[in-house]
């Protein structure tokens, strides 16, 4: 699987950004997807998580109530609306591949590039 994306950038805290993570490849093997991310110092983040189905959808505390993970099976495309941005949101977003189990936890695969955003102050 090829994971590819797009639309991050700079903008001032408040504002909203929306990710897309475009893959191709062997995209009917893929069970769930997420997004992570990881800022200067610090370890990659799993920031939201969505099923194949995309009925079922998981985010960090941190995010939760601002961020919503979504797919779009026919594009073979996952988002990520960013709503209310803050400056400690600032970090490289990375688009993943895995696999979500029916406890919660999600298993990292694939990655994309990472695609910077940038939350000014």
């Known amino acids: 699987v090829q994971l590819v994306e797009s639309g991050g950038g700079l903008v001032q805290a408040g504002g909203s950004l929306r990710l897309s993570c475009a893959a191709s490849g062997s995209t009917v ?3 769930a997807m997420g997004w ?3 800022a200067p110092g610090k ?5 939201a998580a969505i099923t ?3 009925r079922t ?3 960090a505390y941190s995010v939760k109530g601002r961020f919503t993970i979504s797919r779009d099976n026919a ?4 988002y990520l609306q960013m ?3 803050k400056p400690e949101d600032t970090a490289v977003y990375y688009c993943n591949a895995g696999f979500l189990a029916s406890s ?3 298993y990292s695969g694939s990655w994309g590039q990472g695609t910077q955003v940038t939350v000014s102050s």
Do not use: A, H, W
């Open 29 to 31: 093997s893929i069970n």
């Open 36 to 38: 992570y991310r990881q």
């Open 43 to 47: 370890q990659r983040e799993l920031v």
């Open 52 to 54: 194949s189905s995309g």
């Open 57 to 59: 959808t998981d985010y």
């Open 75 to 78: 594009k073979n495309t996952m």
């Open 83 to 85: 709503n209310s941005l």
């Open 104 to 106: 919660g936890k999600y």
